[in-house]
């Protein structure tokens, strides 16, 4: 078959030419539609080796791929929000992180620790890695395709206010950027500062602000603009 | 391979750095898989933090255990140390995460 599942060589069209466009193939290529890498194949058979030989079931590779999927950015916005209204819980996050993950249920799974770097009036932090693309997935879920891109991963590095620009983010030249390349086993999850004219706001309020790109650090979360006090708004 | 393959082992050599102290990363040059980044190589940082224990990747790489484990350590870059020609100010930093045996004392 050609690339696109459009083989003329095997069929016989006698009633007209092949100038036209009927749909052999559907319009959008299959995502698994090309010929399978060796990394698949690899995956395949050890995958397959593992559950002969009785070290995992299939069942439980699929619940890790169930797991893995339901994570999602939503989880650390919940720990960031809890941090954000309660001091004695952000301490705890950022001296035991795993401890005060587990408080709200929060199973990280024993591959990789965490770190917490808040963010302060002095200091921006921002995530990368360099190596490959460590991700807090177990916190934020899959990660977004720019995070594992070539081109996020080595400008960050060595110009992260430019690229912070691309995101919308400009820290003052006063206050410090500080880039956290994660080259070995711990993860890393940005908390943000609270956004002003949040003072009253519940746990959950707070949580809806607290995006991904913010727990990365290629974000600020902002208040939207309140009815009252709209104008005192300047989080971002 | 346990999940805890890569977590910290139970022995806990002591750290040969203390928070604050300058050190030089390595330029010896390495093969194969390795998780200290070549642009940071012979600069020089100081020790933000002692991370622990971990056993070492460049042996779990290929199915060692991984032993002696390494302690890693968090170390501090200024910018203008890592790059010649860093656009920011002098303030910004960077921060990796950096395995014993590629830390140099710098006295």
Known sequence: MSPNGHDHDDHDHDDHDH???????????????GPVGAYELLEEAVRSLLIEKGVLTAQEIAAQVDLMDSRSA?????????????????????????????ELGIDIGTLAAF????NTP??????TCTLCSCYPKMLLGIPPAWYKSLAYRSRVV????????????????GVEVRVHDSTADLRYIVLPMRPKGT???????????????SMIGTAIPAAPGKPKGASKRKAA | MSVQGRRQS??????RFAPGEAVRIATRPVLG?????????????????????????????????????????KVRFKQSEVWDRYPGPAGDHLEADIYEHWLEPLT
């Open chain 1, 19 to 33: 100038d036209h466009a009927h749909p052999h193939a559907p319009p959008q290529k299959d995502h698994d539609a």
């Open chain 1, 74 to 102: 939503a989880l650390g916005a919940k720990v960031i929000a809890r941090a954000w209204v309660d001091p004695a819980y952000k301490r705890r996050l950022l001296k035991d992180t795993r401890g005060a993950l587990a």
């Open chain 1, 115 to 118: 770190r917490v770097v808040e």
């Open chain 1, 122 to 127: 002095k200091v921006h932090n921002v995530i």
């Open chain 1, 158 to 173: 060595v110009d992260p206010r430019g690229v912070l620009a691309e995101f919308g983010v400009e820290p003052p030249q």
């Open chain 1, 199 to 213: 003072r009253d706001w519940s746990e959950a309020d707070l949580a809806a602000l607290v995006t991904r790109d």
């Open chain 2, 10 to 15: 139970n022995k806990r050599p002591a750290a």
């Open chain 2, 33 to 73: 898989h390795c998780r200290t980044p070549w642009y940071l190589r012979g600069k020089m940082g100081t020790i933000a933090q002692v991370h622990g224990t971990f056993r070492d990747p460049e042996r779990l790489a290929y199915h060692r255990p991984g032993l002696p484990a390494q302690v890693l350590y």
